[in-house]
T-cell receptor, first 112, second 110 residues
């Protein structure tokens, strides 16, 4: 069974540009989460989908970040326009129940 | 909101030694405490978890302890092996959205 897949694995963009990260959860997992880790810091919660609905987006830093989950399947996280402080590793995770999260390998974003 | 502190940030041990990672949490309502291991180039993976109605849980060479009164929980790894080298994250949760610590980079020297 395929795990959580994320694309791209690494993206380097300049300040002011736009980047879209994609996450494909494990098939059948209704819960999808986005987290971000800035180097050396905690893995910080961004938002949680249940199917196609945003259940909790309290962790989204500001309105430059937009997350969607089309038809309750894959999810995208768009950063527009990107700022230097947006650099970090963006993790997607999915779960069927409400406890164990299955993480993808992460998308590393570098904003120059 | 919940705040999770994790120590140490780096831990270096010799193969065969024990390793202990400690975490504290702030929200007394948290009731689920998972530990995740992140190997190089991979995403974090759940290795063990404990619920608030249990004080200790063991799975082969790893064990977790929880002190609800002190809001403190720990991960213990015995007989460490080079493949235990990774970043370990503790987390605390009350609403199924875990709050993570900063991670501990464990290095096991052969």
């Amino acid at each position: 069974e395929a795990g959580v897949t994320q694309f791209p694995s690494h993206s380097v963009i300049e300040k002011g540009q736009t980047v879209t990260l994609r996450c494909d959860p494990i098939s059948g997992h209704d819960n999808l989460y986005w987290y971000r880790r800035v180097m050396g810091k905690e893995i910080k919660f961004l938002l949680h989908f249940v199917k196609e609905s945003k259940q909790d987006e309290s962790g989204m830093p500001n309105n430059r970040f937009l997350a969607e989950r089309t038809g309750g399947t894959y999810s995208t996280l768009k950063v527009q326009p990107a700022e230097l402080e947006d650099s970090g590793v963006y993790f997607c995770a999915s779960s069927q129940g409400r406890e164990e999260l299955f993480f993808g390998e992460g998308s590393r974003l570098t904003v120059l | 909101g919940e705040n999770v502190e994790q120590h140490p940030s780096t831990l270096s041990v010799q193969e065969g030694d024990s390793a202990v990672i400690k975490c504290t949490y702030s929200d007394s309502a948290s009731n689920y405490f998972p530990w995740y291991k992140q190997e190089l180039g991979k995403g974090p993976q759940l290795i063990i978890d404990i619920r608030s109605n249990v004080g200790e849980k063991k799975d082969q060479r790893i064990a977790v302890t929880l002190n609800k009164t002190a809001k403190h929980f720990s991960l213990h790894i015995t007989e460490t092996q080079p493949e235990d080298s990774a970043v370990y994250f503790c987390a605390a949760s009350k609403s199924y959205i875990p709050t993570f610590g900063r991670g501990t980079s464990l290095i096991v020297h052969p």
